[in-house]
Structure formats: structure tokens, C-alpha cells
């Protein structure tokens, strides 16, 4: 640039005889001290013409070597101030007051832009007649410019706001004092009060030399009349609202720090939330430790007294360019003396203030290695600001300034407060989230299945995955129930809600259902039991407190299938749980036609059971809701979706079960999900035999050879005893006690012996115990202490009694 604009006000190329108006000398220098930009207002100061100044270093301009001194004195420093003696074109010398700005306006190159003030002709009222009504008339920090728009009186407060004093600014437009758009936008302001003669606002900030952008005033420019009504002057009055802008600025960050804080259960995210909302709008840099949870669960014990703390550092912020962040870096553990001010600080249970000169703050980073970042960074204020939430200490959080000048207050120790409060109440419920949700699990998972029971009837294969979402683990649940006669029955059910009630709830309706099971009940009939169980729940719980959950299980779901490997039937009944799908072995897909029944706990419908044949090879799948409820796409996409991944032939349940979770799920689910895959088998003739028999007690003994016969067929002669003791027990009492048509079946499978007895009489056997010359009563007391176990299955006519012996593996 060799030529400056002319400052407003000035004419170019005035003569010799203008000199008495008032004008600015202007001029630029770079870094190397060389002239880049010359003014008018220079030319008539020095004499020197733009073409000889520019390019030409600038200590030539210098009266003695002056140049040398100042040259360290500004070095590091954004202004500059001082009187000079400077070398006119003729030789003369002029001492002038001079004022220099660093500044990069086109690009990364920096220079100097020095401003000098000539002062024009008298025609300006005295100062005391301004300063007597500039005083009067405007309050707070102050400052008088003449017509001509440039500083002629500034109060003490204008000199402490811009640190500059009054000799310094006088003469000087404000946009020289205080380069920056709003000094343009007041100055443009001034002009027009003096010309309406009407006060002026100028709702931005004037932001003094030093102090960042959120410390300021709003200015009011009041024009200064004489007693003729003559605007004279401008008054600039800035009227400081720092208290007001703080308080807002509070309010912003903490309704910043609420929506940004605590957004998941994840303690890490938290802790870094919690960094990120301080960095950069209260501190130049913030870290969060936190203290380990007990493994054994539980929250992490209050801090001694007077011990050194080991703490994990869980979160890292600094303000964008600085070096990378002080170690321990996040993920690190730290070690804090028992004096640090760290350890003291949650040792009392409240947050502190510390300048960087205070003997806790130099102690501290003179004996713990891990604090030379305070000295390192140029720290000069710190916040220690301890977690706490319901009582408890999660953490610590520090907080530290080494850019902004200010020191930190008691206001940003209470919004520090208030910031590391909600961050704590994050945690610590992210911390019981997780503890309840381990707890849960456990306990979801050792109410389900362990292994599969292995049975003839049916290839098992299961998953169970838990929600993913903050509601917690639910109440799916899913089992495999051997019974009499090689059937197997197969159960999904879910209960409503999540956490540990919904698991306690399942638990005991599992149990039930194995109870009900156990006594070989049809699936409409143990429904109606379980229904009856979940009423009886509801009604215990109804005047508890609790009300969280749906009481006793009520809205409870259960799908319960019996199938039997000899028949090849299934049987099965549903309350208000999606039906079973079963695959053909040609690969045909389709729902069994189970009549929907209503949820458990309702009361007062049926419940009914379907029947049919299954080819030996079908899949049945048996799945929970949560399988279905996916956000990406409705329930039509899903069935479709599951049935497309069943009808794919595999080689094992397994991989059946991947299938149909990769096709359903592309997220964790937001609700449990059960699955079960069984793929049914069959138990053909040469497994079975049977006989009809008349109620004539002579036919025992042939019973007896017709069983001894089929074990040594069966190759299981060594089971002859047994099977011929229980054979001539069971028939005896059919023969006695009930009513033809009797039947004695046997049934072997792979590791067990199974011997029925059939008749049309529904009274069923005890066991009871005969006294020492009772002729009769033992007959099933043997029967049960050589069968594994025996029973009796209750049929629409008639009964079955049965007894079960397991054969000695080959």
C-alpha cells in the first residue's frame, strides 16, 4: 500500500495555512520495521511525500535511536504507546505522542498501525465547562468528542476501561482508539447526535483492547448542548450490564448444558458432555476424573481424609490450538497427593477457587509431576469442583484459565457447581442403570434354561437377547418341558415391563408353568391356571406403593405346545401371544391356526386348543413380540422378513436362529426377544409296542412275557426285572381299580424305558405308605423307588399311569 486513505474529516493536498484544522498523521509498518502505507495527515506532519516513505525503514524517521528500545518493549504485545521524537523532512525535530496497533489484515502477515494526533485551532469550549457537563449529564464511563468527532475529555473510568490515559486517547478518533467495526458503528452514531441534536444507542458492544468478546458496554451518545441549545459535543457514556450479561450468559449455558449432558447411560459420553460444555464458554481447559465403582457393585466410598486418591481420568477438553492436553490423557488413571487441592477438595465436600500464585496451587505443581501442566500452560486460575449426587461423590471435575485474563469468580464457581451437579446426577443414575441392569440379567438369566433337557422328540435350538435400551431387561421368557410318554412341551411367554419386577415376575410363572406341566395338564387347562395364578398376583400386589409396573404380571403373554414323537401331534394353546410358525420339510411356511386367547390376568375367557399332525422334519418357531417390534419397518415387513429366513434350508437350528436375527434386526432391540427353534422327530414303530388287553387278572402273566419279550427284541434284557415288576403293578391296579379297555404300551427311546398302562376309569393312584402286616399299599411304593419317576396323565376318557427308567448308556 504506498498511500493511506484519508481519515473522515480531511481534505487532501490542503495548504500550509490549513494546518491549524485539526488532522490524524496515519502510517503503517510491518514486522521488519519497513514503511508499507503512508497518509496525507503523515505527509503534512513530516513533509515527507508517500513515495518517499514507503518502502524506507522506519527508524529513518526516528530523531535518535529510540527505535532500537522500542522495538523490545512492543514485542509480544498488540499496542503500543509512548512519546517519540521524530526527524522531519527539513531536519527539525518533533516530539509526538504516538499510538501503534498490531494487526493482520490480509492474511497471516502482521504490521503496526501507528496514529499520531495534530491538534487544530481553538474554537472547542474549555475543557472544565465540558467536563462539568459531560459529568452532569451522563453517567457511569465517559468520554467528550468535539465536532470533529475526536476525544477531547475522558474520565478515569474510560482510561481504566481501555487502559490508555486521557493524553493518550486526546485528539484521536474513536476508531483509532479502539480499531473494531462497533467503533465505526458508534462513531457514525456521534455524528448523527450531532447533527439531530438527539441521544444515540449503540446496542453492540465496545469491547476494550484486552477483554474478550463477552465483557463489554453498550454505549449511549448524548449530545452536549450550551446554554443557547448549540450542540457543542458528543458525550459517550457505556453503561456496564456485565452483571445482566453474565446472568444471561448463565442462564444459556446451563440450558446448553441440560440438553447436552446426560444424553445416554454412557459414563464416558457424560463425563466428556460435561468437558465440552465448559470448554470454551466458562474455562480454557477442564478434565473430569472419576472414582472407580466397588466391583461388588455399589457406589464408590466417600473420600478420606488426609490419603492420596486414585481416580480414573474419564474426560479431556482444551480451547481449539492449543498443544495436545495435559497427561493423564482420558482413559489414564491419576494419582492426586493427600494435599493436593484435588484430595482436600472432596475431602470437604465443596468446591474452591485457587489463583495460580496461591501456595496450594505452587505446592501442588512443584511436587506432583502430573500438575506441571499449571505451570507449563501459564495457568493463573483454577476450579476444583467436586461431583456429588443424592450424597454421594462420583468424581472430581478442574477447571482452568490460561487465555482469558480474567481470574474465575464466585459466579463461574456456582455455574461450575451447578454444571458438575447435573453431570454427577447423569452418572450416578448411569451407574445404577448399569448396576440394576447386571443385577437384572443375573438374575433374568438364571431364572432361564441353562441347557436344553435332551429328549427324543424334538432338536432344540433357543436365543435370548435383552433390550438395548435404557428401559431395561423384560420379562421374556422361554423352556423346554420333558414329559410322559416322550412328549415335550415347549413354552414363550412375556410379561410386561422391565427391570427386576418384570424378572422376579417371570420367575415365578415359569415355575408355574412347570408345576401345571408336571401334572400332564392340556395347554387350555394350564392356561386357565396360569390365568387364575396371575389374577391371585394382582390382587396380593394391588395395595402396594409400588406402581411401576403392571401388578402380578397382568397383560402377561404366553404361547404353551405339547408334541407328541409317537402320534407326531401337536397341541397348543395361546394367550395373547403371536401364534407359532411352523416349515414343511418342502419348505413351506405357515402360522398355526391357534385360536387367540386373552392375555393372562384378565379372567373371564377361554382359552382353546389346536390340534394337528406334523410331518416328522417340520420347524416350529416360537418367538416374543420383540422380534417383531423393529423401528425399521412395520409388522407385515417383519413376518415376511421371518419367513424368508425360516423357509432358507440350513444345517443346523443354529444357524437358523443367526438367520432369523440378521434378517430382523440391524440395531439392538428396543424390547426382550425369545426365540425357539425346534425341529420335530418321530418315534416309529419298531420303538413302540403295545398291547389291548381284557380286565381279567389271569392276563398278567402274559402281559409280563409279552414285556420280556419286546426287551429282549429291544436288545434290553437287563431291564427285564424291573419292567416285569412294574408291568405286574400298573396292570394289577388297572384291573382292580379301573374299567376296560386297558392297554400296555412300552416305549423305547435312546436312553429311556417307558411302560403305560391305559383304562377308561379317571380315578387316579396314590402312593401311600402300608403299615408293618398291611397285605397291600406297596405295589407303587416299589414302582417309585426303581422308575426314575412315574405319574399319572388324565385324558378326556380315562387315564394313563405311567413309569419311566433310564437305561445304562452303551
Not at 225 to 239: E, F, I, N, S
Not at 316 to 341: H, M, Q
Not at 458 to 480: H, K, N
Amino acid at each position: 500500500m504506498e498511500r493511506l486513505p484519508t481519515p473522515p474529516g480531511e481534505r487532501p493536498n490542503e495548504s500550509d495555512a490549513s494546518l491549524q484544522s485539526a488532522y490524524t498523521a496515519t502510517a503503517t509498518v510491518n514486522e521488519q520495521g519497513i514503511v508499507t502505507g503512508w497518509s496525507e495527515g503523515a505527509r503534512r506532519l513530516l513533509g515527507y511525500l508517500p513515495s518517499e516513505a514507503v518502502g524506507q525503514s522506519a527508524a529513518r524517521l526516528l530523531a535518535d535511536d529510540a527505535g532500537e528500545q522500542t522495538r523490545p518493549d512492543a514485542a509480544g504485545r498488540t499496542r503500543w504507546s509512548g512519546t517519540l521524537a521524530l526527524r522531519h523532512r527539513d531536519g527539525h525535530r518533533l516530539r509526538r505522542q504516538l499510538l501503534a496497533h498490531r494487526r493482520t489484515p490480509n492474511g497471516p502477515a502482521a504490521e503496526w498501525l501507528v496514529v499520531s494526533a495534530v491538534a487544530g485551532r481553538p474554537g472547542t469550549p474549555g475543557g472544565e465547562a465540558l467536563r462539568d457537563w459531560a459529568f452532569h449529564q451522563s453517567p457511569d464511563i465517559l468520554a467528550v468528542f468535539d465536532a470533529d468527532l475526536r476525544l477531547v475529555q475522558a474520565n478515569a473510568g474510560m482510561e481504566q476501561a481501555l487502559s490508555l490515559t486521557e493524553d493518550q486517547m486526546r485528539g484521536l478518533r474513536l476508531p483509532e482508539i479502539a480499531p473494531h467495526p462497533v467503533s465505526d458503528e458508534a462513531q457514525t452514531k456521534m455524528r448523527l447526535a450531532l447533527q439531530s441534536g438527539e441521544p444515540q444507542h449503540v446496542e453492540a458492544y465496545i469491547r476494550p483492547t484486552g477483554i474478550s468478546a463477552e465483557h463489554g458496554w453498550p454505549a449511549c451518545l448524548a449530545p452536549l448542548k450550551d446554554p443557547d441549545g448549540t450542540v457543542r459535543a458528543v458525550c459517550l457514556g457505556a453503561h456496564s450490564r456485565s452483571g445482566e450479561y453474565s446472568a444471561r450468559q448463565q442462564k444459556l449455558l446451563l440450558n446448553d448444558a441440560g440438553a447436552r449432558i446426560g444424553t445416554t447411560p454412557d459414563i464416558q459420553r457424560t463425563a466428556q458432555e460435561l468437558a465440552d460444555a465448559a470448554v470454551p464458554r466458562l474455562a480454557d481447559f477442564a478434565a473430569v476424573d472419576l472414582l472407580d465403582a466397588p466391583r461388588h457393585g455399589g457406589e464408590p466410598p466417600p473420600p478420606a481424609p488426609a490419603q492420596p486418591l486414585t481416580m480414573a481420568r474419564t474426560a479431556v477438553r482444551s480451547v481449539p490450538g492449543d498443544s495436545p492436553p495435559p497427561r493423564p490423557a482420558a482413559g489414564e488413571k491419576t494419582l492426586y497427593p493427600a494435599l493436593s487441592p484435588v484430595a482436600q477438595c472432596l475431602a470437604q465436600g465443596h468446591g474452591t477457587l485457587y489463583g495460580g500464585s496461591d501456595p496450594a496451587i505452587t505446592r501442588w505443581a512443584a511436587q506432583d509431576p502430573q500438575a506441571a501442566w499449571i505451570r507449563q500452560a501459564g495457568t493463573h486460575s483454577v476450579m476444583v469442583v467436586p461431583m456429588r449426587a443424592r450424597g454421594i461423590t462420583v468424581g472430581v471435575a478442574l477447571f482452568s484459565r490460561h487465555r482469558r485474563p480474567e481470574p474465575f469468580g464466585p459466579d463461574d464457581l456456582w455455574l461450575a457447581e451447578e454444571l458438575t451437579a447435573q453431570a454427577a446426577l447423569s452418572i450416578h443414575n448411569a451407574r445404577r442403570y448399569t448396576r440394576e441392569r447386571t443385577t437384572t440379567m443375573t438374575l433374568q438369566r438364571s431364572l432361564l434354561p441353562h441347557t436344553l433337557p435332551d429328549q427324543p422328540a424334538l432338536e432344540i435350538a433357543s436365543r435370548y437377547l435383552p433390550a438395548g435400551t435404557q428401559a431395561g431387561v423384560g420379562g421374556d421368557w422361554f423352556d423346554v418341558i420333558p414329559l410322559s410318554g416322550a412328549r415335550v412341551a415347549l413354552v414363550v411367554g412375556d410379561v410386561v415391563g422391565h427391570g427386576i419386577r418384570a424378572s422376579a415376575t417371570m420367575g415365578r410363572l415359569r415355575t408355574a408353568v412347570r408345576t401345571l406341566a408336571d401334572v400332564d395338564l392340556p395347554p387350555d387347562e394350564l392356561l386357565t391356571h396360569l390365568d387364575d395364578l396371575v389374577i391371585h398376583l394382582s390382587a396380593d400386589e394391588a395395595g402396594t406403593d409400588d406402581t411401576t409396573e403392571t401388578a402380578g404380571g397382568i397383560g402377561t403373554t404366553c404361547l404353551y405346545a405339547v408334541y407328541d414323537p409317537v402320534s407326531r401331534r401337536c397341541a397348543a394353546a395361546r394367550a395373547g401371544h403371536p401364534p407359532p410358525a411352523v416349515v414343511t420339510p418342502t419348505g413351506a411356511v405357515h402360522f398355526l391356526d391357534v385360536p387367540p386367547g386373552p392375555p393372562l390376568g384378565l379372567g373371564g375367557l377361554p382359552f382353546e386348543t389346536f390340534e394337528t399332525q406334523l410331518p416328522e422334519g417340520s420347524l416350529l418357531a416360537l418367538y416374543t413380540d420383540g422380534l417383531l417390534q423393529t423401528r425399521d419397518h412395520d409388522i407385515d415387513d417383519a413376518l415376511d422378513k421371518m419367513f424368508q429366513a425360516l423357509a432358507r434350508p440350513a444345517q443346523t437350528l443354529e444357524t437358523v436362529c443367526d438367520r432369523i436375527l440378521a434378517a430382523m434386526l440391524t440395531h439392538p432391540p428396543d424390547d426382550d426377544i425369545a426365540l425357539l427353534i425346534a425341529r420335530t422327530r418321530a418315534l416309529h414303530a419298531d420303538k413302540v409296542a403295545a398291547w389291548d388287553l381284557p380286565s381279567d387278572p389271569a392276563v398278567v402273566a402274559q402281559a409280563r412275557k409279552n414285556a420280556t419279550d419286546q426287551l429282549a427284541t429291544w436288545g434290553l434284557t437287563d431291564a427285564a426285572f424291573i419292567t416285569e415288576l412294574t408291568v405286574s403293578e400298573l396292570l394289577t391296579n388297572a384291573i382292580r381299580y379301573g374299567q376296560p379297555p386297558i392297554q400296555l404300551r412300552l416305549i423305547h427311546t435312546d436312553h429311556t424305558l417307558i411302560c403305560e398302562v391305559f383304562d377308561s376309569s379317571n380315578t387316579a393312584p396314590h402312593m401311600r405308605r402300608a403299615r408293618t402286616f398291611d397285605e397291600g399299599g406297596r405295589g407303587l411304593l416299589l414302582v417309585a423307588q426303581l422308575a426314575q419317576r412315574w405319574g399319572t396323565r388324565h385324558a378326556p376318557i380315562g387315564k394313563t399311569v405311567w413309569a419311566e427308567q433310564t437305561l445304562p448308556h452303551n
